[in-house]
Structure formats: structure tokens, C-alpha cells
């Protein structure tokens, strides 16, 4: 098992992808950190994971864009566990704000996704930095978005911005903790169908000719899964990748290649 014994927090852990990288985490031996504001799918979440043996899941009510509750998270994470050696900074989304066009975005929407999507990370990394250089060891896995690289179809520039935002900061922290051994990357997801609101933006928003024309851009014709992404996370996260930072990992099926 390549992470037995250590310790990961995931931010969004109520969501899709947090649920699918926490799983996959456990499943090799890894303790995991489930962290969101949504309690009850926390501990849904967590409850399928311990349910399953391998790694134990602790559920962790957190608002992300708040510093003190994201310091108290890690703290509890460490007291816990033993050690904060995995960061995935999952925690995002549009938030439902709409697709407006520049002159009409309201500054209210644009702080809320911005915050979500980029202090977020900023904050779990401030927090996890501190234990992960004492260690001597830590791998950071940001998310960000193939809108970050061609604009979003379907989501507003407030995410598309913070999306981009989130690369040039894995890039820079990268540098900065890569002495103390620690590894920082992003992964860019394409379009992934993770729940509820997904499936309603791409068949509420687009047509059955609209889906079609999508696909039709990407090489290998067809939307990813949550265990595609999942399995480009731990990958970054594993030892197999111990000389890899600072590196944006496109997962698309080929719509979009650096």
C-alpha cells in the first residue's frame, strides 16, 4: 500500500471528487481527513470509508475560507493522526453564481468563488506548511480546472479566474517548499459529471447537438470519471512522483495539452 500510515486531509470532502480522492486514499492504507461545511455528507462519506477498512476517515466541519478554522483543522488532523503528510485542496465550485458577462458580475459573487476556490487553498496550505517542513516531507495536490487553460463554457470568470490563479500559485510554492521535500502540483480536470449540480449544468445548459459538438472536441470522445481523476491525485501524492513539483497535470482526454 503506498500511503500506509499516512496521514491526507481533503478539503470538499462532502463532494464528489473529495469522496472519490478520500476513498482511493484509504484504500491504500491512508488516514484520511475529510474536511467541508457540509456535515451530513461528511459523515456519510466518512462512515463508507471506515465501513470499508484500510485507512480510518475523520469527518472535520470547515468553512476553508477561514484561517482559524483551518488552522484548527489541521491541528486536529495532526492530534489524530499522528501527521499531516497529503494536502488535496479540493474544496470548490461556481457556487451557483451566474454566468454573467464582465460588466454585470456583481463583486459579492466574485469574492464568494474566488474565496472558495483559491484562499481556500492558499489558507490549507499555510496551515499544512508549517507541519510538513518540520517532517521534512508533504505532498500538496491543488485543483484546478481545463477553464483555467481555455475559459469556461459553462462556468463564470469568477471560477475560471480563480482556477487559473490556483497554477501560478502551485508554481510558486512549489519552489519555495520544495527544500523541505515537499512536492506541490495541480491537476486540471475536464468536464467530470460528480453529482447533482454537474449532471444539471451539462444537460440543463447545453443540448443534446451542444453535448455532442463538446465531445467532439475531445480526442478520446467522452467525458472522464471521478477515478481518472482520482488516480492522477494519488499518483502526484505516491512516491512514483517524489521528482515531480511545481507540475499542472492535465487530465482531459486530450482537449487541452501543455
Not at 31 to 42: E, F, G, S, T
Not at 64 to 70: H, K, L, M, P, Q
Not at 84 to 93: E, F
Request: with cysteine.
Amino acid at each position: 500500500m503506498r500511503f500506509q500510515g499516512r496521514c491526507a486531509v481533503v478539503t470538499g470532502g462532502g463532494g464528489g471528487f473529495g469522496k472519490a480522492f478520500a476513498e482511493a486514499l484509504a484504500a491504500e492504507g491512508c488516514n484520511v481527513v475529510l474536511a467541508d461545511v457540509n456535515q451530513d455528507r461528511l459523515e456519510q462519506n466518512a462512515a463508507a470509508i471506515n465501513q470499508a477498512g484500510g485507512g480510518k476517515a475523520l469527518a472535520v466541519v470547515c468553512d476553508v475560507t477561514s484561517g482559524e478554522a483551518v488552522q484548527a483543522m489541521a491541528a486536529q488532523a495532526v492530534e489524530s493522526f499522528g501527521s499531516l503528510d497529503i494536502l488535496i485542496n479540493n474544496a470548490g465550485g461556481s457556487m451557483g453564481v451566474p454566468r454573467d458577462t464582465i460588466d454585470q458580475v456583481k463583486e459579492d459573487d466574485w469574492d464568494r468563488v474566488v474565496d472558495l476556490n483559491f484562499k481556500g487553498a492558499f489558507l490549507c496550505t499555510r496551515a499544512a506548511a508549517g507541519y510538513m517542513k518540520k517532517a521534512g516531507y508533504g505532498k500538496i495536490v491543488n485543483l484546478s480546472s481545463i477553464t483555467a487553460r481555455m475559459g469556461g463554457q459553462l462556468t463564470p470568470v469568477q471560477y475560471v479566474s480563480a482556477k487559473g490563479a490556483v497554477i501560478s500559485f502551485t508554481r510558486h510554492v512549489a519552489q519555495e517548499l520544495g527544500p523541505f521535500g515537499i512536492n506541490v502540483n495541480a491537476v486540471a480536470p475536464g468536464i467530470v459529471l460528480t453529482g447533482e449540480r454537474l449532471e444539471k449544468m451539462w444537460y440543463g445548459r447545453k443540448s443534446e447537438q451542444q453535448r455532442q459538438d463538446y465531445l467532439d472536441q475531445i480526442p478520446l470522445r467522452r467525458l472522464g470519471t471521478p477515478r481518472e481523476i482520482s488516480d492522477a491525485v494519488l499518483y502526484l501524492c505516491s512516491d512514483q512522483a517524489s521528482f515531480i513539483t511545481g507540475v499542472t497535470l492535465d487530465v482531459n482526454g486530450g482537449m487541452f495539452s501543455a
